[in-house]
Structure formats: C-alpha cells, structure tokens
C-alpha cells in the first residue's frame, strides 16, 4: 500500500476497531466537592477524541463522553471545602500524622491501580497517544506515588532528630502551605498533573483540582477512590473553563499554593488575579523550545536517533521535546538525509496499533497551525525537505523536517508543539550560545559531539542558560530523583520527587534556649508524644 493510501485509510470504521480498545461514551454528572459525590443536572462539555471514524458525511471525531461545565458557584463550593478542611492548618489532615497519611495515599494508590484498564484506554482515547505510552503513563505515575512516599520517609528520618547550635536547641521540619490549586498539561494528563497533586497532598495540603481540558473524562474513574481515601474537603474538583472559574477564586487571595503545567501567558494571567502575591508560592512547569546542537564533530546517527526520540515522541506534543535543531554546515546535508530516511520508516496510525510511533495530534486547531507554521517557513526562504512532510488527513500529521530555517520565520521563536522539525544551519558554534541567550526559553539543551573540549566549551556557558544539559542523548524529564525545573520562562519551582515535596512544603521550627528547665520540658512532651511535630519518631 502506498503512503497516500495508507494516509488516506488511517482511519477506519468502528467494526475494524479490535474489540479490547473499544470505547462506550462515558456522561459524567457528578463531581466531588468536601468529600461528596455531588450530582449535576446542569450544562456539559462534549470530548471529542482526535480519533476519526469514517461515516456517511465524511470524518468525523468520535464523541466518547460528557463532564459537568461548572461555573464559579462550583469553583467558590471548592475553595469553601478545602479551607474548611485546612481550617488555618488546624484540620484534621494538616495535623495528621505523617505515617496515617502516606496510609491514606497507598490506599488511593491500590483503589488506582483497580481502575487501571479503563484509565488507560481514556488517556488513549482522549489524547491519541498510543496504547503502549498511555501504559507508561499509568505504570509510571504509580511508580511516582511510591517514590514520592519513599522520599517522604527519608525526609521524616532526617527531620527526626534536635539539633543544637549556639546555646539553642531545635527541631526542623517540613509543614503544609494551605490550599494548592492544581491544574496539569493535556499531554500528560495523568502524570504531570499527579507529580503536584501528589507531593502537595502529602504534605498535608488540601486540594483544588482542575483537570486539563484535554484529558478530564480520564480522571473520572479516580474520583470515588480519593472521596474514599482522604478526609472530606481534601480533595475537591473544579470543572468549567478556566477563564470562567478559576479568576475569581485567585481574586479572594485565599490560593497559597498556584501549581500549574501550560503556558507562561496563562500562568502570569492567572497570578495577576491574586490580591497578595507574596502569599502565593507559584509551583510552574511553562514553555520550552528545546534545542539540539549537532556539531561537526558529532557521531551522526546518534544525533538523529535521539532526535527523532526528543522531536517525534507522542508527535513531539511534550515540553521536553526538542523543537529546534542546530547543525554545523559542513554536515547538514548527511544530518538531514539521514533524519529524513529515519522519519520515513516510522510507523504510523491508530493508537492501538502495535509498535506505532505517529499518532493523530491532540489539539482541534493544530493541523491548522502547522500548515500555517510551514507556509511562513516557505514564505522566508525554507522548504519541508522530507518525503511527505506535512502530509494531512483530519487531525493525523506526518512529521516535516523544514530547512534552512532562519531568524525570520515563526519556527526560530514559537514553539511549535507537534511533528515539525526546524534545522538550522551554523558556521559558528557561537551562533547556538547566542540563540540560548536570547531565547526566553531555559529548559534544556541536547548537545551532540564526541570532541570532549568542544562538549566541555558548550557545557560551560549553557548550564548557566538552561537547567538541563544533555550530552547525545534527547531532551527529556526523567529519572523523576533528578530535578525538573527550567530558567527565564520554562518554569518557577523545581519537580523531582523529593524537590516537589519541598516546594509544597515550609520549613518550620521549634527552638529553645539550651538550659535543664527547657530540656526537661522537651523530654516531657517527647516521653508523652503530647505532639505530632516535636518528635523523634519516624517512620521506616
């Protein structure tokens, strides 16, 4: 079969679908608020899955469920339920225990893991990623919740003991915040959003949860197991469109905690809503637009493998991806050769396609804004240089190599967030430094060379431009111990499994003058374990 046939035929008919991966609609009419699953009677969003099924007038995008278009009076319920549960610190979550709360997580975990398979085949339904990724996803978000407890214990161990400097005597440990607003990405819906959710809840936080706006129907199974978990008022949902719902609870000044996973633009709009900004920690995994520089000195066909893994994985819908290639001249010519050869062999199609790697793209709009992208790349002087590229059938994208890309073109600045991948050509390995100067952008950089003085030349300026330099390899997260965070526009806060904790979480302290009155009474209150804060317990 051709490749315009096999473009062409992507999607098939609801009957050629293997029985396993079938979908009924979903309709949720319920929500959670102060521990209830409240019913709602009143307006729904439709979710529509990137998934086309042929019909009579043509590809449409299948209906796969409904969930509750909430309004501010939603919203206010929340925020009411989570301060209640709060209580200034004093409620019965904040003040638990640590070891009963990372018992009330496992349990969630185990109520989790029991809607596994329906989750699943959401996230791949929803998102149209593949089968297999939206395993991973699953697999490792519960993977995330115990090292999240894990790391939580050896904070605690730590914590555990008095330390004694300059005639004073203290105990140091970590306490809540308040209330966390949580709002994740469409393109981890699940993970992403769990690795705030999670740490913040932990550290006896209470929540407002507002799912992405691709991506809700798929946390629907979760919400009777964390109703069923946590105490009432811990974990609340929010619904309805963020421009709607969510200024208006900002505005009270009552969010301590903003956790957000999108754009800067969003993020700053939404921070400019609350009355006291110096009480509002803003946790922020924002834009990237990645680069990879690929020098004279580089071992080719490593340099396209692992492009092809940091631009093309999940369609490059990630902000990790690699999103601009920088290739010395005098090798450009067999970079682009080789990566386009590589891009042709990918395989693509339906989700649960076995061993697919090129899925139809999640958002409505961005087909659109990819042709649009590479009309302006033509417009100044560049050219798709890849079989097929740009190829189109309703929402399914196949990836386009564009080159030489220039300073002029919309590709250079904006990040692009899907199958296109611009290269540009240098002469000057300073050309690269100045780009990541000039970039608001400070995630990552993937550096690709085999000369060690030129790798350790590029090390030196880019670690203090970005937060992540890789050597041969993608651009990636992973492993979830090592910090996740970006400069400049790229993030505020730092994601790891033990930084998340840290950055929900404050510092506070007991402390005395060192004398045999304070110490005794020290001793009283620790033989009594009168207090959960002050005490040398902890938890194996």
């Not at 225990?97 to 929803?126: G, H, N, Y």
């Not at 509002?280 to 692992?306: F, P």
Request: charged share 25%.
């Amino acid at each position: 079969m051709s490749f315009q046939e096999s473009l062409q035929k992507i999607f098939v008919a609801e009957n050629e679908i293997p029985e396993e991966f079938r979908i009924t609609e979903i309709h949720q009419r319920e929500y959670l608020v102060n521990g209830e699953m409240k019913p709602w009677d009143g307006p729904v969003s439709e979710v529509y899955s990137p998934i086309n099924i042929p019909t009579p007038e043509g590809l449409k995008r299948k209906l796969i469920g409904t969930y509750p278009l909430g309004t501010e009076k939603e919203a206010f319920e929340a925020l009411d339920a989570a301060l209640a549960a709060y209580d200034n610190g004093r409620g019965e979550w904040p003040t638990m225990p640590l070891a009963q709360r990372i018992d009330c997580l496992s349990v969630f975990a185990r109520k989790m893991t029991d809607q596994r398979t329906l989750i699943v085949k959401l996230i791949m339904w929803e998102i149209g990623k593949s089968y297999a990724d939206s395993i991973k996803e699953f697999d490792r978000t519960i993977e995330y919740i115990n090292a999240t407890i894990d790391a939580l214990k050896e904070i605690d161990r730590s914590s555990s003991r008095f330390d004694i400097k300059e005639g004073t005597i203290a105990q140091i440990r970590r306490s809540p915040l308040g209330v966390v607003l949580c709002m994740g990405p469409f393109n981890y819906p699940l993970n992403e959003t769990f690795t705030t959710l999670i740490p913040a809840l932990l550290m006896g936080n209470t929540i407002l949860f507002k799912p992405p706006k691709h991506g809700t129907l798929l946390h629907y199974p979760l919400l009777r197991a964390f109703m069923e978990s946590f105490p009432k008022g811990v974990v609340n949902t929010i619904y309805g469109r963020g421009a709607a719902v969510i200024p208006g609870i900002m505005e009270t000044g009552k969010i301590n905690v903003l956790a957000f996973i999108g754009s800067s633009k969003v993020a700053n709009d939404l921070r400019k809503h609350h009355p006291k900004l110096n009480r509002l920690r803003a946790v922020l995994s924002l834009d990237a637009k990645n680069a990879a520089i690929v020098t004279e000195h580089a071992d080719i066909k490593v340099a396209v493998s692992e492009t092809i893994l940091g631009a093309l994985s999940y369609n490059g819908q990630r902000c990790t991806a690699i999103k601009i290639v920088f290739v010395h001249r005098s090798i450009a010519d067999a970079f682009n050769a080789s990566l386009s050869e590589a891009i042709s062999k990918m395989k693509f199609g339906m989700p649960w396609k076995k061993g697919v790697q090129l899925t139809p793209v999640a958002e409505p709009g961005k087909p659109a804004y990819i042709r649009e992208v590479l009309e302006d790349a033509a417009a100044h002087g560049a050219s798709v240089i890849n079989e097929h590229g740009g190829a189109t059938n309703e929402s399914f994208v196949f990836p386009a190599v564009v080159y030489p890309v220039n300073d002029k073109m919309k590709l250079y600045r904006e990040e692009q967030f899907g199958p296109v991948i611009p290269v540009v050509p240098f002469d000057d390995i300073e050309e690269t430094i100045d780009y990541l100067i000039e970039s608001p952008h400070g995630q990552q950089v993937s550096i690709f060379s085999n000369n060690p003085e030129e790798v350790a030349s590029l090390i030196d300026p880019l670690v203090n431009q970005v937060s992540r330099v890789n050597i041969n390899s993608q651009c990636q997260r992973g492993p979830d111990v090592f910090p996740f965070t970006g400069r400049k526009d790229s993030a505020e806060g730092t994601l790891s499994v033990h930084d998340a904790l840290r950055s929900f979480s404050i510092r506070s302290l007991v402390a005395t003058k060192n004398n045999d009155t304070n110490k005794e009474l020290l001793e009283n209150i620790l033989k009594e374990h009168s207090s959960d804060f002050l005490s040398t317990n902890f938890i194996f």
